[in-house]
């Protein structure tokens, strides 16, 4: 199938246009031996794997078949998952971009019915969770006389969220000669039965595959002790160049704790959960989206329906209980073409689910070694050489502060000694101070050698236990932050409260620009600022007690350096 051209399917000249704007060259395989056999009026099982282009492969011809005259709904996709919905009706609409009278609207739970009811009138493909389009055909504000098409994506997990009797009754309802198609990662007995109930002799369509996963996904894991991952989550981020990354938790705790350490740290990041809003989970993910946050910290929930194609790297802080979770998760990188990287934590009996992934996706996940505090710096002095060496070559002769080293030579210092004072107090303005843990130490890495011993006893546990005995109880209050809660508290001048921006030194922010922005756009008395702190990816100020809440809503919205950055009191005070 690989000389076919989306041209070879059968589809009008709107939506080849559609699919040539958007960049698309040649159909997925999915596609090119699903689209003509939909337009035929066949009943299909599509059997293919996230990523493989399944959602196109079914909204292309939904969109050929759809009369645009007809303003009821025609087409109906049923979707497990509130996030699913919104893509597929994303999808829908950048298809459907040059199909003037064609309109489709999404329905699932937690978002206000009464708007959705507005959005059914004239819309002619409704995408809809099983659970609230059973609410809607109860109200009779779903009409399913004119519905010609009929979609189940991902039918498997549908049942496997207990959506059975919804599906049953919803495809019950429908009156009349429908077509059915029916979209499964797997074919389980569930399935079949469903299938075998609703379907009219439907064509198998399944893609071959050789692994579950994508080639294009570096896939490894460190063996790392709960309370090392954020330290080794830092340095992973701080080594590895990359625009979005997803880390994924198994508990909503556990995402709340991860993200609070992060942001302390300097990082950009926010949360998704189901504790989450649906406003808000639409909001934190346009924002990392449009690379406002760079780290989304999430539990499963959106490991589906996250269809974000410039994830570089996916982050296992927790490993899944389940393989196929795994699968997922790591999904959301090497998107349209793209190289991505997935990293997982595991310790002690994670071994053993590691080995279940890995039967699982029929191949090896490669160990790595935790990286070192030296290993980090070293990449931190390479990236601090080429910033310098590319601002060398961009300095035009005469330029800014050239007469004080010019002076400064002049009275006899040699000048690699003033380079490498500046590189020093460059390094204090962009460092991160990273902490000493139990991995960076002989032997600490044991879980490893087990592995490939055979090993299977968890005597790391036990050391880990007996360390934690022994440690300095003063130890206790760190958090993983830059440093510990009580030395924040006693850099904070009397009388002062410390704001938290989540801009730095990486971007060559400077104090003076800072207190400059404060002091045009808050009213607050001129002089009256305390210390500034310059991270790498984040800045501390002291401002007057009692005038913080001026500073955090002057800055709203407020931009430095053509970017945009969160601020907020500093909570570790």
Sequence with gaps: MTDVTFAD??????????????????????????????LSGKDIV?????????TAAFTLPALE???????????????????LCVQV????????????GMRSTPVYGGAPIDRQIKGLRGAQMVVGTPGRLMDHLRRGTLRTEDLKLVILDEADRMLDMGFRDDMEEILGQ???????????????????????????????????KKALTVDRID?????????????????????????LAVVFC??????????????????????????????????????????????????????RGLDIDEVDLVVNYDLPQDPEDYVHRIGRTGRAGRTGRAASFVFGRDVYRLQNVERYIRSKIRREKVPSQEDVEGKRADVLFESVKLKLEEQEKGAPFVNLVDRLLEQGYAATDIAGTLFGMLREAVGREGEEIQEDRPGGDRGGDRRERGDRRDRGDRFERGERRGRDRGERRERGGDFDREARRNEVAKGMKQVFLGIGGLLGVKPGEIAGMIYSSCDVKSNSLGKIR???????????????NKVIDGLKGQKLRGKPFPCRLDRDL
């Design 250 to 303: 198994n508990t909503k705790r556990a995402v709340d704790e991860a993200t609070e350490a992060l942001l302390a740290r300097g990082f950009t990041a926010d949360r998704l959960h189901g504790d989450i809003t649906q406003q808000m989970r639409e909001r934190v993910i346009n924002r990392f989206r449009d690379g406002k946050v760079e780290l989304l910290i999430a539990t499963d929930v959106a490991a």
């Design 219 to 243: 896939q490894s894991y460190y063996e790392v002790r709960n309370r090392s991952k954020v330290e080794v989550l830092s340095r992973l981020l701080d080594m590895n160049a990359f625009r």
């Design 9 to 38: 399917l059968g589809l009008s000249k709107p939506l080849l246009d559609a699919v040539h704007d958007l960049g698309y060259e040649a159909p997925s395989q999915i596609q090119a031996i699903a689209i003509p056999k939909i």
């Design 65 to 83: 078949l759809i009369d645009q005259d007809l303003h009821r709904p025609q087409v109906l996709i049923l979707s497990p998952t509130r996030e």
């Design 89 to 100: 009706c994303e999808e829908v609409r950048k298809l459907g971009t040059n199909l003037s």
């Design 174 to 208: 429908i009156e009349g000669h429908r077509q059915t198609l029916f979209f499964s990662a797997t074919m389980n007995k569930n399935v079949e039965r469903l299938i075998e109930k609703f379907g009219d002799h439907p064509e198998k369509v399944e893609v071959a």
């Design 534 to 548: 310059i991270f790498p990816k984040h800045s501390l100020v002291q401002v007057p007690e009692g005038q913080e």
């Design 46 to 54: 599509g059997l293919s794997e996230t990523g493989s282009g399944k």
